[in-house]
């Protein structure tokens, strides 16, 4: 490792006319971007950003799912240390979310061929795709391409909302979905991203850099409450089994419970369905969805069970039936020790304040963690904003983000 102890510095203004311009391309008169994988706006911004990573001589190649790659080749090419995000954004997104982390990456390696010359280990900037599963139910898709877990039978069982499969998607976006699996990299050795944090611990406690402990894991349940039907006249208060009342008490029960766990615990309860939905009729059933998540896998089984346990009890007190059933669960990912250091060390070599935290989001970084050495860099989110037009990041706060990005590659990479 080099022994540099100079922050490497990066092009400001670059970054910030590369944020702008990108978040040009899909952005609509209502406010927000839109630009889900493989559309139109998609290859746009795609081949946009070709053209920097060309321009800041590196070399650039397109896999065959979708990702987009810029190589700055070094003395030694046989392994790659790589950096990047995603390029797709939720409808109606913000420019910072996956962006940010890309051209943070290109930038960095831009100064870095400009400041240190050829690098002794490859060094490599990503745009990945479809992190979002905004437009397939094909979460972290580019990654998993990479990562050699896609499985053949989702080209053509994926489809987005109009019918269209991703196979065919991916063709008119000019990629061959046949080759998905001559996108498998066996080559890397770390990977780091940089992304904005989504949330306002950093923006609130005026830190700089969060240094991303774990990513979170997460359980949903689809919950099931029923009761009796009955006239809403003549049902006096005592002789009812109000399948929302159960609900709306486990509701407020379940939060409370979670909020005494303190954080990083979060617990959602997002869609609620109630029948049989008239204005003058006691509702029988009641389902909505519980999303729960904590960094530690212990934590998120207990407080899931203590979560369990609490509902039942509501139900039995209130003489009404509950069911439920887990319908998606992941565990949490423990982002590298060593590296998380290199980005503690970055950090204070460019005087940057930082923190220690978990990650609440998911992001390319949990799934990549599971087969190489990873670490996740966040920068402040303007009153945690995300995931909206809302979204932004201060451009001393990026460039720093930047820097400390190239500071840390610098260090992994001469
Ligand atoms: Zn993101």
Redesign the pocket.
């Known amino acids: 490792m080099a022994e540099h102890t100079q922050p490497i510095q990066i092009d400001t203004e670059i970054l910030q006319q590369y944020v702008d311009a990108l978040g040009c391309i899909g952005w609509q008169a209502v406010g927000g971007v839109i630009r889900p994988v493989f559309s139109t706006a998609w290859v746009q911004a795609r081949e946009q950003v070709a053209e920097w990573m060309r321009a800041a001589g590196l070399e650039v190649r397109g896999d065959a799912v979708g990702n987009l790659f810029g190589r700055l080749r070094g003395g030694d090419d046989s392994r790659t240390i790589l950096t990047g ?2 390029l797709d954004t939720v409808p109606l997104g913000g420019k910072f ?2 962006a940010l ?1 890309i051209l943070a990456g290109l930038v960095a390696l831009r100064s870095l061929l400009e400041q240190a010359g050829q690098p002794r280990r490859s060094l490599e900037v990503v745009a990945l795709c479809e ?2 599963g905004s437009r397939f139910p094909a979460h972290y898709w580019g990654t998993r391409g990479m990562l050699g877990t896609i499985q053949a039978d989702e080209l053509e069982r994926l489809r987005d909302d109009q019918g269209e499969t991703i196979s065919e998607a991916m063709r008119t976006a000019g990629l061959a979905p046949r080759r998905y699996r001559e996108a498998v990299r066996q080559d890397l050795d770390v990977f780091i991203e940089l ?2 944090e ?1 949330g306002r611990i950093l923006f609130d406690e005026r830190i700089n850099l969060g240094i991303v402990q774990a990513i979170t894991g997460l359980q949903h349940q689809w919950v099931t409450v029923k009761g009796r039907a009955d006239h809403a006249g003549t049902t006096p208060m005592d002789l009812r089994r109000d399948a929302l009342q159960g609900a709306a008490q486990m509701a407020i029960e379940l939060s409370r419970l979670v909020e005494q766990e303190g954080r990083p615990a979060v617990v959602t309860l997002g869609k609620w369905e109630v029948k049989p939905g008239a204005v003058n009729v006691i509702p029988d059933e009641v389902n909505f969805s519980i999303d729960v998540r904590h960094p530690d896998e212990e934590t998120k089984q207990r407080l899931a069970a203590a979560i369990r346990a609490r509902y039942e009890a509501i139900a039995q007190e209130r003489g009404l039936a509950v069911s439920s059933e887990i319908t998606s669960e992941s565990l949490p990912s423990g982002m590298d020790s060593a590296l998380q250091s290199v980005l503690i060390q970055a950090a204070e070599t460019c005087e940057a304040s930082w923190r220690a935290m978990p990650s609440g ?4 970084s949990q799934e990549i963690a599971r087969h190489l050495p990873t670490a996740m860099l966040f920068v402040p989110s303007v009153e945690g904003r ?1 995931h909206s037009a809302a979204e932004y990041t201060t451009p001393e706060d990026a460039a720093r983000g930047a820097t400390v990005l190239a500071t840390a590659l610098h260090r992994l990479a001469y």
Do not use: F, T
């Open positions: 995000s995603h979310d996956g982390g992190e979002e992304h904005i989504q989001a998911g992001h390319d995300s």
